[in-house]
Nanobody
Framework: QVQLVESGGGSVESGGSLRLSCAAD????????MAWFRQAPGKEREKVAS???????FYSDTVKGRFTIPQDDDKNTLYLHMNNLKPEDTAMYYC?????????????????WGQGTQVTVSS
């Protein structure tokens, strides 16, 4: 059974850091590309970061230089390390898995989603 389980959300002041984790089942982790998306109230869902099969990593322009997306292959886990957080980073963050774009864009079309974890950044 495909499972993506996120953890690590919370509240932080502007300029602070948070770490999110997404634990996947072994099949999903080894077969698909994974990504972090986020959705703020009243806004469209945004792909934040996603490693691609060509060994490059996609980062949204809004987080480039502040977020990184390390992986632990032994634990089938994708992380989102968020630094210098801003109030506009406030959103529900979702882990997702899907086919790889292969051109550096990471997940092409997410097919499986986690339950989401809330990140709130206060000014």
């Amino acid at each position: 059974q495909v499972q993506l389980v996120e953890s690590g959300g919370g509240s932080v002041e502007s300029g602070g850091s948070l770490r999110l984790s997404c634990a996947a089942d072994e099949y999903t982790y080894s077969t698909f590309c994974m990504a972090w998306f986020r959705q703020a109230p009243g806004k469209e869902r945004e792909k934040v970061a996603s490693p691609d099969s060509n060994l490059s990593t996609f980062y949204s322009d809004t987080v480039k230089g502040r977020f990184t997306i390390p992986q632990d292959d032994d634990k089938n886990t994708l992380y989102l390390h968020m630094n210098n957080l801003k109030p506009e980073d406030t959103a529900m963050y979702y882990c997702a898995a899907g086919a790889c774009a292969g051109d550096g864009d990471g997940v092409l079309a997410a097919e499986t989603w986690g339950q989401g974890t809330q990140v709130t950044v206060s000014s």
